[in-house]
């Protein structure tokens, strides 16, 4: 069944038709696995072959286009009638010779799709250049453009029902850290404890259970603590260094996510004084999300303590956050960086996360947030020290 009410997607459909509007689009053609969920419901572990959800300007429901035998979980899981779900013939996988976007621009033809200002999503991961030359040949008459993040941005506030499953995932992503804590410990295998971390982010809470999410644990220690995004080894860990963990609770697709650092044994006094600053830039920032701040405003806040501290970071701070699919679970849209100038509205979710990756170690804190009418309220309630354990 869908996650939401037939009202609620029609809601992001009359929003994702202003914005085509708005840029003089007479079909949308999107590809990016989240925002297909996002305007039908549809989800499925399918987007490794090529789908698509079409949206005309005005007039008719969307089309669901998948791969014929992921059909039924159109039918299944999308809010839609199953007429407007369509299933292309298998001998289009992964041919030589054919590309199932061929069937798709013969479909689209037929419905009356053919002509007008076409707008497709040219970097989204799942959108080939294969793909879109085979729109190209099929729709001699369509003018294409690119839309890439049209829908990305009609997703970047949420609804209460969004929120709802945002605030469920805090609850799964809690325990999950706690589990992580409780496994890691010298001589202990990185891989088991990733196994204790990845079944607690699958069980879930005893209200609700948690869904895969679009990240698998990240956890590099020691030496690999430097930089972000190592996953693990069947090594163990060693007492006398960090490990970092960023990890996320997942619900009906929706992610909080989460990071902290433990380590095992005394910490350095470089690492604590480093954590110190983190940690007190990390609240500033928070305390400066307020609506009507800009994304750079939030990050100029955190540059400032961090100067003051005498830690530097080049990369951005934080990233809008929700409903999404492997490989990221960020929504591509604000960043909290120099140069932003997206203006926070309340119900936007970000993922305000300050790594600090140096030669041979690294930090990482973060924060979850939903923007209020008075700021910035975190979906988490976990402790953000620095996590020792002999």
């Given amino acids: 069944m869908p996650s939401f009410t037939g009202d609620e997607y029609r809601t992001r459909i009359a929003?994702?038709?202003?914005?085509?509007?708005?840029?003089?689009l007479d079909l949308l053609i999107v590809s990016d696995p989240a925002n297909m969920n996002y305007l039908t419901g549809y989800d499925g572990w399918s987007f490794y072959t090529p789908q698509c959800v079409v949206v005309p300007g005005t007039g008719d429901d969307p089309l669901v286009i998948v791969r014929g035998m992921d059909r039924n979980g159109g039918l299944r899981t999308s809010f839609l009638p199953a007429a407007r779900i369509l299933g292309y013939p298998d001998h289009y996988v992964q041919a030589r010779d054919l590309h199932p976007f061929d069937w798709i621009a013969d479909e689209l033809r037929r419905h009356g799709y053919g002509r007008g200002r076409v707008g497709t999503e040219q970097d989204a991961y799942y959108f080939s250049p294969a793909a879109r030359?085979?729109?190209?040949?099929?729709?001699?008459?369509?003018?294409?453009?690119?839309?890439?993040?049209?829908?990305?941005?009609?997703?970047?506030?949420?609804?209460?029902?969004?929120?709802?499953?945002?605030?469920?995932?805090?609850?799964?992503?809690?325990?999950?850290?706690?589990?992580?804590?409780?496994?890691?410990a010298p001589g202990v295998r990185q891989c088991d404890a990733v196994a204790a971390i990845a079944a607690a982010q699958i069980r879930g809470t005893p209200e609700y259970g948690g869904d895969y999410a679009a990240f698998v644990p990240l956890i590099p220690t020691g030496i690999g603590t430097s930089t972000p995004h190592l996953t693990w080894t069947d090594a163990p860990f060693v007492s006398g260094e960090p490990t970092i963990l960023e990890l996320a609770g997942c619900r009906h697709r929706y992610h909080c996510p989460m990071a902290r650092t433990l380590y095992l044994g005394r910490p350095p006094a470089k690492l604590r004084q480093t954590e110190a600053v983190v940690r007190e830039g990390l609240q500033a920032a928070l305390d400066a999300a307020m609506p009507g701040t800009t994304a750079e405003g939030v990050e100029a806040v955190w540059r400032r303590v961090a100067a003051r501290g005498g830690v530097s970071k080049e990369s951005r701070i934080g990233y809008s956050v929700g409903l999404n699919y492997p490989p990221d679970w960020g929504e591509h849209t604000i960043s909290l960086r120099p140069g932003d100038t997206t203006i926070l509205e309340p119900n936007m979710t970000l993922h305000l996360i300050l790594g600090i990756w140096l030669d041979d170690w690294g930090l990482e804190i973060s924060e979850c947030f939903r923007v209020t009418d008075t700021g910035a309220q975190p979906f988490c309630d976990f402790p953000r020290g620095l996590h020792v354990k002999d």
Avoid at 15 to 24: I, L, V, Y
């Fill in 133 to 184: 030359a085979a729109l190209e040949r099929g729709l001699p008459e369509a003018a294409f453009v690119d839309a890439n993040l049209l829908v990305n941005w009609v997703r970047a506030v949420k609804s209460e029902a969004e929120l709802s499953y945002m605030e469920q995932a805090a609850r799964i992503v809690e325990a999950t850290m706690a589990a992580a804590y409780d496994a890691i």
């Fill in 15 to 24: 929003r994702t038709r202003q914005r085509m509007a708005e840029a003089g």
